[in-house]
């Protein structure tokens, strides 16, 4: 493995901690884990979107 892409994967990791917030994992399989990942990036998205929309609505 290049150690570029090594970086990303650290890098990607110290992300999740820091805006996702995931504590534990709750299941021990590759899908589990994607799941995992995919449902907390939905809903950091969401709760983004949500804090935008009332900014503007704020605002006007």
């Known amino acids: 493995m290049a150690p570029c892409y ?3 994967i650290e ?3 110290k992300w ?3 805006h996702l917030h995931i504590k534990r ?3 021990n ?3 589990a884990f ?3 990942i995919h449902i907390a990036l939905i ?3 969401l709760l983004l979107l949500m804090q935008r929309k009332s900014l ?3 605002n006007c």
């Open 56 to 58: 503007i609505k704020g």
């Open 43 to 45: 809903t950091y998205c």
């Open 29 to 31: 399989s590759a899908n």
């Open 6 to 8: 090594r970086w990303h």
């Open 16 to 18: 999740v901690k820091q």
């Open 11 to 13: 890098l990607f990791f």
């Open 34 to 36: 994607y799941t995992q």
């Open 25 to 27: 994992f709750y299941g």
